[in-house]
């Protein structure tokens, strides 16, 4: 298509818009700073009050507590209170990430059950329960076991057991939802070593990170050594870890929760954060899991020519986590039988579009308004990537929007440009007489 509009002229008459980035933070879908929500699933959920302040990120991690039910399998009750707990978040337009363990304070090993045959019937419970309701779920993360799920602390962490484990979440969702493991190392340990020149394929499965610059080694993430050991079934190095994070998270959602590590700091600045949280296609982060990291990030400044001087660390990166999409340029050419419209998207965010996004163009004329779709879908742009969307219409007099909506779902997607219409359109241009 690109070859065809090299042999075409553009239409003349076609006024295009200023085009411009703008440094808002969009409250795009599946993207962006997160909460926090504990719930125990041995008590009904309590959700917000009007006598409580509402936060309103976009994301909510869903943390379910099934350590009442450690002795016994999930019942009926049980599943009816997380389908409410799903049901009150997915209602109100918020994407959830989704985490069920036997603990949530800490106490890992005190909180699990004494065999491993009933985790792992509760394994299938879970992964039958969240299969039924993937269209719900964002990502699911871990494999129930350990403290705070995060598979550590636990005396299940043998690669055997979360390998029977990841299985049985692998069999019964079917591929049919995003899944994050705790660490790289035990991510391998779940996957077959590709041969020699052959790509990393996560399919579905991917990370979560909760010890985020926590320490040089983000809390035990890493190795603690500066070997060069590449060995498939043990923890590498920082640098070789975050490089294998960038092969994973370019397919599948990675993020976490970042804190203020003392040593970590010392020999930082926070560009480098940016640059690691850009390397690693962060797309999610606790809004509230550390202050001190987060008061850090609001109140230093960027200094750099251009459109974030000025702003602070906490908006930047807020503004670029997962994907963020901008319109750059837009050009209609004209062909015996219609024209065709060429969008340039770039995606300056630190993610790809993981859910499928299509981008929809509206001409406006005498009154009628026309929608077209765009074949290619929007989750070819990666980040730092600039790509070319390419349509048909017919060169009708009026004016031109573009708007793009995730295709379950149906949510709209906004572009981070000036141009925004109320709802959310971004006026391009506009063909006259």
Known sequence: MIGILKTLKKLRNFKPAEIEESIVTLNNPARGWFVLKNFNIDEEPAFYNSNQKQDEENLVLVLIDIGACRNRALGQEEFSRMEKMLDHYYDKGQEIILRVSYDSVGKGLEREPITFLQVREHAGQIAEFIADHHEKIFVYQG???????????????????????????????????????????????????PGEGEEIIPRNLGLFNDGMFGSDTDLGTFDSTKKDNLAWNVAWNREKELSFISQVSR????????????????????????????????????????????????????????????????????????????????????????????????????????????????????????????????????????????????????KLFLYARQIIGNRKVLFANRTREEDGKIYIGEIKK
């Open 143 to 193: 494999l129930l076991v350990g403290s705070w799920g995060e598979m550590h602390s636990t005396k299940y962490a043998g690669s055997e057991r979360l390998a029977e484990l990841n299985d049985v979440f692998e069999e019964k969702t079917s591929g049919t939802i995003y899944r994050a493991v705790r660490k790289p190392v035990q991510w391998r340990l779940l996957k077959c070593e």
């Open 251 to 398: 397919k599948v959602p990675f993020g976490g929760e970042a804190l203020f590590g003392e040593g970590f700091a010392a020999n930082r600045s926070l560009d480098d954060y940016i640059k690691e949280l850009a390397k690693t296609h962060a797309t999610y982060l606790n809004k509230h899991h550390d202050n001190k990291l987060i008061e850090w990030f609001k109140r230093e400044k960027i200094e750099e020519k251009g459109l974030w001087n000025s702003v602070s660390y906490y908006e930047y990166i807020g503004s670029h986590l997962g994907y963020r999409l901008v319109i750059k340029d837009a050009t209609v050419y004209r062909e015996k039988e219609g024209a065709y419209v060429e969008i340039q998207v770039e995606n300056c965010g630190f993610a790809p579009v993981y859910l499928d996004t299509e981008m929809i163009l509206v001409s406006e004329s005498d009154g009628v308004t026309c929608e077209t779709v765009f074949q290619e879908k929007l989750n070819i742009c990666y980040p730092g990537e600039r790509h070319g969307f390419i349509t048909k219409i017919e060169p009708k007099v009026g």
